[in-house]
């Protein structure tokens, strides 16, 4: 076992040529990031999951009810045992074939079991409460976190480079570190359970690369940068999140305002200040003072891999923007709103339409003494 620590920590992967870990120890006049600092994450992840049902519960939700927001998700399909078990079992697309295939077993217009597949899935999505109550309590984190990184940092004396290890750690770092780093631990694993969205892969990539830097930059000792990329982060989620409550609570005006000072903090700071300021730094400045090595190349690939997710997530905002001009308002959010399943109307749920037939027939249909084509000028329901 301590092979294999010594393997794992070996100074030449995590630190420059001329640093060891003897240079980090903590000293009577300065303190430097420890590993074992971040292991309170772990179970301070979990009371910030235990803090959040009880936020949602007692304060988002009284909110949202006072806001009328209401608590009814959408229409619940009609009870169906085989088609429930089709939904759950097989296919919750199901194909032309398997479609003819249960209106005979069924003796229901094919349209009509479109259309309840259609409902069961709508009915797997969340009620506009439920999402209120989680934006609010991302809106709160987040304004209180970044609230916090901003009053600190202005109290924080940068040298030319983030990225110089002499810089010893303070308190304000500490703790904002193990905050943000407990959150987003928080944010991995209920990812799972939260409102199943359209770019779930992404987000989760994005939370596991966010939870490595923040840990590769605390354990090397380039916190300074760390702090930069998370306050920087939180300054264009806290417009999100109050712009998604303004749009459940139907006060399109001003979301479509806050919308509009999102997508301008979020371009300006993730494809301007971010590459320009923060990525110039740790890829080039830090070249020139520490040079390369290990630890280093992952820490800027992980850099530049949160870049090409600042790009994605640009486009698209831009294309919601487009899309807003057009219709004259902020609709929906691609990047965080729109769950798995495809959009379909919430209409009533659909009433069991037998297949209607000419009087003429070929025999008798065991349950219903019917078997034939679909006549010609049978009503079929409405189609989604």
């Known amino acids: 076992m301590a092979g294999i620590l010594a393997w794992f920590w070996n100074e030449r992967f995590w630190l420059p040529h001329n640093v060891t870990w003897a240079d980090l120890k903590n000293t009577d006049e300065a303190t430097f990031p420890q590993a ?27 909110c949202a009810l006072g806001l009328k927001i209401q608590a009814n998700g959408p ?17 919750k697309h199901p194909d032309e074939k398997r479609l003819e295939g249960l209106s005979k077993q ?17 009915q797997e999505k969340p009620s506009t409460l439920a999402r209120f109550c989680e934006s609010m309590w991302r809106f709160t984190f987040y304004l209180y976190i970044f609230t916090y990184g901003v009053r600190f940092l202005k109290k924080v004396t940068f040298v030319i480079s983030v990225c110089l290890f002499s810089q010893p750690l303070t308190v304000d770092i500490h703790y904002y570190y193990i905050l943000e780093l407990s959150f987003y631990l928080s944010l991995l694993f209920s990812q799972f359970t939260d409102i199943r969205r359209k770019d779930f892969l992404i987000m989760f990539l994005h939370h596991l690369a966010t939870i490595t830097l923040i840990t590769f930059s605390y354990v090397n000792n380039m916190a300074r940068v760390g702090t930069l990329v998370m306050c920087l982060h939180d300054a264009a989620d806290v417009l999100m999140e109050v712009a998604k ?12 305002l806050l919308f509009v000072m999102f997508a301008m903090v979020f371009i300006s700071s993730r494809l301007g200040v971010y590459p320009v300021w923060i990525l110039n730094t740790t890829l080039f400045e830090s070249w020139e003072i520490v040079g390369p090595y290990p630890s280093w190349w992952v820490f800027n690939l992980l850099l530049i891999l949160l870049q090409f997710l600042h790009s994605f997530w640009s486009y698209l905002i831009v294309k919601i923007a487009c899309r807003a001009i057009s219709r004259g308002k902020v609709s929906k959010d691609d990047r965080s709103d729109i769950e798995s399943s495809s959009d379909e109307d919430n209409g009533p749920p659909p009433a069991p339409v037998q297949k209607h037939y000419n009087s003429t027939t070929n025999g008798t249909n065991k349950a219903h003494g019917t078997n034939g084509y679909l006549s010609a000028g049978a009503p079929c329901p409405d189609e989604h």
């Open 106 to 122: 069924l003796d229901w217009d094919v349209r009509t079991i479109q259309r309840w597949f259609r409902q069961r899935r709508n």
């Open 75 to 91: 229409q619940k399909a009609q009870p169906n045992a085989i088609l429930e078990k089709v939904f759950t079992a097989i296919t």
């Open 36 to 62: 074992e600092d971040l292991y309170v994450a772990c179970p301070l992840a979990f009371c910030i999951f235990m803090i959040r049902l009880v936020f949602e519960r007692f304060i988002a939700r009284p």
């Open 245 to 256: 409550m303004a749009n459940y609570a139907k006060c399109q005006r001003l979301c479509n």
